[in-house]
């Protein structure tokens, strides 16, 4: 039995106590509109059936929270055009079939390309050393949850024949994207608890501060989720936006600041584009001048600046700021499915329209 | 792809460690990010140990909900 079977952050009767309470504080309120940035939240929230305890006038709505579904098909393109040119691509398994311009990595591999699964980044470092005589790349995606693994390799110095294509992103920036975003109408932020395991809390005091929005980082029980629900409606209903951290047993304030000095020791941080979002300033990782020899892009001269980055009446760009639900994407379910996936979102485990496919199939 | 999962640790070398993930699902993990000893909880994505977990704050998370929701009965 695991930690967290044996502690009740599944028990039903405290599931029930706490939406109690959030609704005698919502009951004359207007519309409370709540934004999670985590794949994992969404999972959670719809696997547990989170949404069905709530009061119709709250809505949780999912952010850009999944790191496989933002990166640009140019970068897609990027990797296949390594793979096609002979190169191994190494990746993890949700990379695989996100659509690029053209055709995702699944398919350049039926076309005969070299392109495997790792489930972490140090397989492919493995892989290398293995098979000196091969030229590697590690398609590097992921938010700050995964870039400080991609970091401890990188500083190790990893055999040569390895290179990266780095695609990690920051999170609080595309945060503060849709805080900005008036018609949105975002009321608070339940902040991603694996990626704060790594920064930490302060990166987002500014939503509270610029934006009265209170934030809390959640645990992924349900019941973290629903308590974050309740903090933040009981700061709205007291009208004192702060920031809280309802992970205690693994966010602290200050984060891991090992992976963040592994972080800066290796990257730089530079503007990125988002799939769907566009340009963000300063989101995006890049290696820095002394890890050069490392960067795929500049050893194997591939730069493609511009791809395709939606299928014609795809509605991935929306879904992705919690504008639209899935089902109300005229693909979902037909044209797009987990098997034949159009947009970005059906893609991973952990994209919002796969996750509403798995809840609306089963 | 931001999934990690708690595991506890019961084997350290270097910076790799062997977690188990319950009910005896055993797996090699670097452990170069956190600083554990054996017995500890870790949170692990895609092979690294990415924080530990304070068994001893989960308690007290439990124990602060049960206290705001006793107190909303009286």
Known sequence: MGMTEKLRFRDPELAKSIAQKIHALTSKQKTIKICHVCGTHEWTITHYGVRSLLPSNV???????????????????????????????????????????????????????DVRIVYSVS??????????????????VGFETTSPSTAVEISQRPPRNLSFLVSHRVIPPAMELLASMEDLNLNGFIAPGHVSTIIGLRSYEVFPREYSMPTVVAGFEPLDVLFAVYMIIKQLSENKPR?????????????NTKAQELIREVFDVKDGKWRGLGTIPSSKLALKKQYAAYDAELKHNVKVEEGIDSQPGCRCHLVIIGKIRPTACPLFMKACTPQNPVGACMVSIEGTCRVWAKTVSS | ??????????????????????????????VTLVEPKVGDYVLVHAGYAIQTVDEKEALETIALWQEILAAQKE
């Open chain 2, 1 to 30: 792809m931001c999934l990690a999962i708690p595991a506890r640790i019961t084997r350290i070398k270097g910076d790799k460690a062997q977690v188990d993930f319950g009910e005896g699902v055993l797996r090699e993990v670097n």
């Open chain 1, 243 to 255: 920031l809280e951290n309802e992970y205690t047993r693994a966010v602290h304030w200050e984060g």
């Open chain 1, 123 to 140: 397989d492919a470092v493995k892989m290398a050393e293995d098979e000196a005589n091969k030229q590697f790349v590690f398609f590097a």
């Open chain 1, 59 to 113: 809505e949780v709505i999912a952010g850009p929270g999944c790191p496989v579904c933002i990166v640009p098909a140019s970068e897609v393109d990027e990797t296949i055009e390594l793979a096609m040119k002979g190169t191994s691509i190494t990746c993890f398994g949700d990379v695989l079939r996100v659509p690029g311009s053209h055709m995702s990595l699944l398919d350049a591999k039926a076309k005969g390309a």
